[in-house]
């Protein structure tokens, strides 16, 4: 049984650019949620999807999107990059709907925003 | 501002001490969650403890849970080195579809 994976690992960008982050699940987990991690603070919540389907969001602009795929893989989308969009990106996936069990993280994607 | 705070932010104990971290909320909550993290990876889940229960333990791990204060507690018995990253608290409220991490609290276990 295979665990969260994120690819890439790192990247760098510059400002107004638009960036793609790709994660895949763990096997037969259906919902996959994103999170924002800036230096030195928590994650914020970004999304989440369900069977395919946006299923929660936190507080994020409509800059950030996502997709999930039918493999369960899922992809986060941020358009017109920002210095403040600087941060480690996590996704994490879980059995069932929502979050009444324990999520798996991925070892995260360090964006950098020049 | 966070659903999860956590208290202190930042924990230095000497190996083979306790280490007791604590954590509050704001809403109604399902379940409150413990993770770890290491230097800037991702988070291993440590424990889940249901909002009908008060107390739970997995190995040197107990955690504690108050509704009526809104509040739990992360008990580290027999700290050792590795025990040395950041801990997180998480809740899933029962109105939002929305999962809150607290800030964190830094824990530094010496040799």
């Known amino acids: 049984e295979t665990g969260v994976t994120q690819s890439p690992t790192h990247l760098i960008k510059t400002r107004g650019q638009q960036v793609t982050l790709r994660c895949s699940s763990q096997?037969?987990?259906?919902?996959v949620s994103w999170y924002q991690q800036a230096l030195g603070q928590g994650p914020q919540f970004i999304f989440q999807?369900?069977?395919?389907?946006?299923?929660g969001r936190g507080n994020f602009p409509p800059r950030f999107s996502g997709l999930q795929f039918p493999n369960y893989s899922s992809e986060l989308n941020v358009n017109a990059l920002e210095l403040d969009d600087s941060a480690l990106y996590l996704c994490?996936?879980?059995?069932?709907?929502?979050?009444?069990?324990?999520?798996?993280f991925g070892p995260g994607t360090r964006l950098t925003v020049l | 501002s966070q659903q999860g705070e956590e208290d202190p932010q930042a924990l230095s104990i000497q190996e083979g001490e306790n280490a007791t971290m604590n954590c509050s909320y704001k809403?109604?909550?399902?379940?409150l969650q413990w993770y770890r993290q290491n230097s800037g990876r991702g988070l291993v889940h440590l424990i889940l403890i249901r909002s009908n229960e008060r107390e739970k333990h997995s190995g040197r791990l107990r955690v504690t849970l108050d509704t009526s204060k809104k509040s739990s507690s992360l008990l580290i018995t027999a700290s050792r080195a590795a025990d040395t990253a950041s801990y997180f608290c998480a809740t899933f409220d029962n109105y939002g579809q929305n999962f809150v991490f607290g800030p964190g609290t830094r824990l530094s276990v010496l040799p």
């Open positions: 096997s037969g987990h259906n919902t």
């Open positions: 994490a996936s879980t059995p069932g709907q929502y979050h009444y069990n324990e999520q798996f």
């Open positions: 809403t109604s909550i399902n379940n």
């Open positions: 999807y369900y069977r395919e389907e946006e299923n």
